[in-house]
């Protein structure tokens, strides 16, 4: 493979990546909807570097893909950003 087929390739898949982002689509299905906010659901309240004990159902850490607003918590203005795209899709 040449370098020009590959910085092809590459652009190709910079695109992709990039159309297929939508905002509030925790689960990465393409459909904002309520699996989203039961993905979110886990993680309320969840600081970089926290976690919750949930017994039997294991320890849950802060997970930064869940932290939509990237401000570092996963708490209401990420699951405002869901309910801001209720309904959008791909
Ligand atoms: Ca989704
Ligand atoms: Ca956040």
Redesign the pocket.
């Given at each position: 493979m040449n370098l020009k087929m590959l910085c092809i390739l590459l652009l190709v898949g910079i695109a992709t990546v990039n159309a297929w982002k939508l905002n509030g689509?925790?689960?990465?299905?393409?459909?904002?909807?309520i699996?989203?906010m039961g993905?979110l659901n886990p993680y309320w309240e969840l600081a970089r570097g926290q976690s919750h004990d949930f017994g039997s159902y294991g320890v849950w850490h802060y997970k930064g893909w869940a932290d939509l607003n990237k401000d570092g918590v996963i708490d209401q203005l990420d699951v405002d950003m869901v309910a801001n795209n209720w309904g959008a899709t791909c």
């Open positions: 689509d925790v689960n990465k299905d393409c459909y904002v909807n699996l989203d993905t």
